[in-house]
Every structure is written in structure tokens, then in C-alpha cells.
């Protein structure tokens, strides 16, 4: 029996036709030998040149268009219908001279970035950037060893539609997730990424002057070492210092200049810092020395080979940077319950302190305690005084019963107690659920501070924390009496600063709260459901209003028969409802591909 012979194998040929009209390529035309830069006429005389060598007089009629061209860079944007893409692009890519010396054209892949700050959407530019200025920014964030999802590289086919489609998207997700990344969206590599204007300043330089001014009429300082991006700020810096006769003796020096919520004058600014030197409580960092001007602070600390709470929760070095020690721990272990219990009663006695004497703080959070022993030390008192943003203000922000200076340090102290007790920060801001923990006390004090319900009624004050029962029993046993004496002048300039900061956050929350109104009744206009019942209803008008109108006929022809004039209306159908009227909002082509895409900064 014969076997049968398996059919014949059959191909099918498709052709993926694009719906766009017009193909945009960014070029850069490289003159290796040097010589006059062609002006822009002379450069599209170069690419008809290489259409008309390449695919003869019926290439060089292709209409192509020069966009923008950069006589500096000899780069320049094109726009050509996209059936001719394949011919441009083959003909720019063979073309090897240029007036009798060697050029060649590149063809570069870039992508428009629109990056909007805080929810104005007048606040917002955008960028350019090419693939290879995304895999430098991962390369420099792999310090972080977290894992970045970087679309890969690719050698062959990289220029495909479908392949730069697919990488768009890739790289707008890998843009989400650094920009919703608490640490990475404020690191300085991110920040100068995507607003490359507002972050071009050397902030280490402008330190260094600003502290060699100062040592000039305090030869007694001496800077060992700067101590590089071991903060989160991007304008505050830290240098490792030692007095010259006490030479193994080692301070900590923080330069920073003011920020947006400085309201202090600057006589009331100097004074306030200076004054800072001469605080002294069990639970408040020693300042050795705090000077101000009327552009920047500067303070001198002793430096703690310990480190901060937060080193200690991480297992970090003190000395290394901020992404490296907190991004991502290789461990994730909260603190034991009595350590729990007597760290947090230290704090919130300082915070309470602080709070007695009209003294705004802020900005408390893991790595701004510092550890002397089995003793929590707050840091950073001159942060308010110089108005510079706290580390959690993007979640405070969102909720408008956080709108006292007091409110803000006990939702931060939420964040403290979750990091001491998790070894980790809170996924979400609200939590819905807490992971088990070593005591139902504490899960007590986070939900009354972290949870929606919280969020909606307002923060509990510090007095109740310390009435509840995780804190209640702690014993203190250190003895020190506190003083901090703030003059009665100084009191009033300091609580005028507060209503001020407070104003300022009430106004942001005001904003965030009605765009977020806003964004959600264009989401639910725009949802399928809505869409359907719209349709729905717009056809029950239509049937209506068809119904309406021949009743309306009907009648007049009545009339008109019964009037026995002798002169009958023409018969017409019933006019056709009205559709009801759409907005519509035209988008323009790119003056790039891909298309642009959107990042919340």
C-alpha cells in the first residue's frame, strides 16, 4: 500500500501596512574629515542627492521633509510618507560623500518623554532620549541592586515598528516604576534624567566653597573626606571633619541651602540656627556648632561609627550611599519588641518636647534618628528652619486631615514604627492589612495611624501615643534635665513660619484632592459602562424625539385637511433627531517616534 505523500507545504504572504501617514526619523550627518558645516538647505540638497544616487529621478521626487536641523550638531528631523520610508532610509545609510569628503548618516532612535510636576499640567516639558541614555541611568542605578525592568538590547532589527512599539512600552513601564519608587524618584540620577534644566548645578561644589569661606575665619576645622550621596537630598551635602589639635577625634558637617518652605528672614534664620548648639536634651543629637547666612546652613556634628536607626534596621555602613544601604536589604528583619517599645517612647518624648515649645520639626523618619547606645537621638533640627521638604511629604500630601506640622510628625512616626517592626517600609500609604506582629500593640498604634479610617478622622497627637499601652510602661532611665530656651521674638517669628508651612500644605492638599476628583469623573465618563448607558439614552431621545416630531406632522396635516383650504402641504418625512454633540480632541503626530509618553514626576 502506497504511503500518501504529505501536502505541500504553503506560505502565506502579509503585508503589515502602517495607518500612519508620514514616518519622522531623527538623523545626525557625521563629517569625519572636518570642513564647512552644509546649511540647511545644503542638507536637504544632500538628501535628495543620495534618493536621486540610489533610486535615480524617480527617488530624488520623493517628498521628504527637513522639520528642524541643527547646523551645530548636523542633526536634523525628517518627515516622509511612509511608503517611502525603505527608500529614504537605504539611501541615507549608502551615502559615503559629501562635497569630495567622507560622511555618513545615522539614523537615530529617540523617544519624547513628557514629564508633568505635582498635578498641574502646566507644569510639565519634555525630553528627549535615546535607548542608550536609558541603559546608562539603569547602569548607575544598579548600585541600588534592585532588579529594573530595561527592555534588553538588540542588535539586529532594532529599528522594526512592531520591536520600537514593544520597547516603548517597556520603557514607559520601567520609567513607572522608578517614579513610583520612594528612593529612586528622589535620587539625583532620576532627577537630572528627567529634568536635566533644573538639576545641572554641581550642589558638591557650591558645598565645598561655601565651607572653605567658612573655614577661613575657623582655621580650627579641618574636612577629611566628603561623604558622597550618603543623604537622600540632593542639595544638602556632608562632609567628614576633625578638629586640628584633636585630630582622631571625628565630626559630621551638613551644608544645605533653604527650600521652599523657609519663611524665616534671615536675621531670625541665623539666629534660629545658631541657637541650635545650645539645645540640650536626652533624646536631641549634640550639635558642636550651627551657623547660617542668607543662602545656606551649615552644622557640625559628632559622627557615629553606629550610625542611624535605619542603619541598624538595614545592617548597613553608615558611610555608604543612601541607594546602596536602603533600596533593597538583603535582609528584612524588624527590631525586637523592647526595642520597639523604648526606641519609640524616646521619640515620641522628643517630638512632645519639641512640640511644648512651638519648635516645628517635620521631618522625622529611620535615618534622621541617630543611635548613641541603647538611646534614640533626633537629627536635623535646622531642616525646618530652613524650610527644606520632609522625606514623606509625597504620602502626607494626599490626605487633607494631615494638615498641622504636629499631624505630619505622627503619620511619620506611622512610617518609623511599620520600619521597626517590619524591617521594611509600608508597600501602600493607606494600609489596608498589617502582617502579624509581636504585639497586638503595636499593630494597634499603626492603625491608628496608617490605616484609611485614620487617614479620614485625623492623626491621634503624641500625648495619646504615649498613653497607649505599647508605650505606657516604658520606664526612662535617663535623667538629664532638658533646656532648649527659644526667645519670646524668635517664638513669634517661629510660629508665624509654622502657619505659613501649614498654609502652603493645605493648598497642595487642596489641589491634589480636586484633581483627583477631576480624574476620577473623567475616568468614569470615559468607562465602557458609561459609554453604553450614554448610547442607550442618546437612542430612547432619538426614537423621542422621531416620535414627537411625526405626532407634530401628523397633527398639521390634520388640521390642514380639515381647514378645506384647497391647499395641502406637501408630504415630508419627519426630520431626523439631532446627535448629541461630542467633544473631540485632535492629536498631532510626533515630531519623533516613537510616540511620546507620559511620566508623573
Not at 514616518?23 to 542627492?49: C, T
Not at 582655621?219 to 537630598?233: A, H, M, S
Not at 489641589?511 to 480624574?519: A, D, E, S
Request: a positive charge; one cysteine or more; proline letters at 6%.
Amino acid at each position: 500500500m502506497a504511503r500518501a505523500e504529505p501536502p505541500a507545504a504553503t506560505f502565506e504572504r502579509r503585508v503589515l501596512r502602517s495607518a500612519a501617514e508620514h514616518h519622522y526619523l531623527r538623523v545626525r550627518l557625521e563629517l569625519p574629515d572636518g570642513g564647512a558645516r552644509p546649511s540647511v538647505a545644503q542638507f536637504k540638497q544632500l538628501v535628495v542627492s543620495a534618493l536621486r544616487e540610489l533610486h535615480g529621478e524617480v527617488g530624488a521626487a520623493l517628498p521628504v521633509d527637513v522639520l528642524t536641523y541643527e547646523e551645530k550638531t548636523l542633526s536634523a528631523i525628517l518627515r516622509v510618507v511612509s511608503s517611502g520610508l525603505v527608500k529614504l532610509w537605504s539611501a541615507l545609510t549608502l551615502l559615503g560623500f559629501y562635497q569630495n569628503r567622507r560622511c555618513a548618516f545615522r539614523v537615530l532612535q529617540e523617544y519624547i518623554i513628557r514629564v508633568q510636576r505635582g498635578v498641574s499640567a502646566e507644569n510639565s516639558w519634555q525630553i528627549v532620549r535615546r535607548y542608550s541614555d536609558f541603559d546608562l541611568l539603569n547602569n548607575s542605578l544598579q548600585i541600588s541592586t534592585l532588579s529594573l525592568p530595561l527592555p534588553p538590547k538588540k542588535l539586529i532589527g532594532n529599528m522594526e515598528r512592531e520591536f520600537i512599539a514593544e520597547r516603548q512600552k517597556g520603557l514607559q513601564a520601567y520609567l513607572d516604576v522608578i517614579t513610583t519608587h520612594h528612593i529612586l524618584s528622589n535620587c539625583e540620577l532620576v532627577k537630572k534624567f528627567l529634568d536635566p534644566n533644573s538639576y545641572s548645578v554641581n550642589y558638591t561644589e557650591i558645598a565645598l566653597q561655601h565651607v572653605s569661606m567658612f573655614f577661613r575665619s575657623e582655621p580650627k576645622w579641618e574636612v577629611v573626606e566628603p561623604l558622597k550621596d550618603i543623604g537622600w537630598r540632593i542639595r544638602k551635602k556632608y562632609f567628614l571633619m576633625k578638629i586640628k589639635n584633636q585630630p582622631k577625634e571625628r565630626l559630621m558637617l551638613s551644608w544645605a541651602d533653604p527650600g521652599p518652605d523657609k519663611y524665616l528672614s534671615d536675621k531670625d534664620l541665623q539666629y534660629a540656627v545658631k541657637l541650635l548648639s545650645s539645645c540640650s536634651h536626652p533624646y536631641i543629637y549634640k550639635i558642636t556648632f550651627a551657623t547660617a547666612n542668607e543662602s545656606s546652613a551649615l552644622v557640625i556634628r559628632p559622627f557615629s561609627e553606629k550610625g542611624t536607626l535605619k542603619d541598624l534596621i538595614y545592617k548597613a555602613k553608615p558611610k555608604d550611599p543612601f541607594l546602596k544601604k536602603y533600596c533593597n536589604p538583603k535582609k528584612i528583619q524588624g527590631l525586637e519588641l523592647q526595642q520597639i517599645k523604648t526606641y519609640g517612647r524616646q521619640i515620641l518624648e522628643v517630638l512632645k518636647f519639641l512640640h511644648e515649645k512651638g519648635f516645628p520639626y517635620g521631618h522625622l523618619h529611620s535615618a534622621n534618628v541617630m543611635l548613641d547606645g541603647d538611646t534614640c537621638k533626633l537629627l536635623d533640627l535646622e531642616n525646618s528652619l530652613l524650610g527644606l521638604p520632609s522625606f514623606y511629604r509625597s504620602y502626607f500630601s494626599q490626605f487633607r486631615k494631615i494638615n498641622t506640622l504636629e499631624g505630619v510628625d505622627v503619620h511619620c512616626f506611622g512610617h518609623l514604627l511599620y520600619e521597626m517592626t517590619y524591617g521594611r517600609p509600608p508597600d501602600t500609604i493607606p494600609v489596608d492589612s498589617f502582617p502579624p506582629a509581636p504585639s497586638v500593640f503595636v499593630v494597634s498604634v499603626l492603625e491608628s495611624i496608617l490605616t484609611c479610617e485614620a487617614m479620614k478622622n485625623g492623626m491621634p497627637t503624641v500625648s495619646r501615643l504615649l498613653q497607649m499601652p505599647l508605650f505606657s510602661d516604658v520606664l526612662l532611665t535617663n535623667s538629664e534635665k532638658p533646656q532648649f530656651k527659644i526667645p519670646t521674638k524668635l517664638k513669634e517669628a517661629l510660629k508665624t513660619s509654622k502657619e505659613c508651612i501649614e498654609k502652603r500644605l493645605t493648598e497642595e492638599q487642596k489641589l491634589i484632592h480636586q484633581h483627583r476628583r477631576l480624574t476620577r469623573a473623567q475616568s468614569h465618563h470615559g468607562s465602557e459602562e458609561e459609554k453604553k448607558k450614554r448610547k442607550i439614552l442618546a437612542r430612547k431621545k432619538s426614537k423621542r424625539s422621531a416620535y414627537e416630531s411625526g405626532e407634530e406632522h401628523s397633527a398639521k396635516y390634520s388640521n390642514s385637511n380639515n381647514s378645506g383650504s384647497g391647499a395641502s402641504s406637501p408630504l415630508t418625512s419627519p426630520s431626523s433627531p439631532t446627535p448629541p454633540s461630542t467633544a473631540g480632541i485632535k492629536f498631532t503626530a510626533s515630531d519623533l517616534l516613537p510616540i511620546p509618553f507620559n511620566t508623573l514626576f
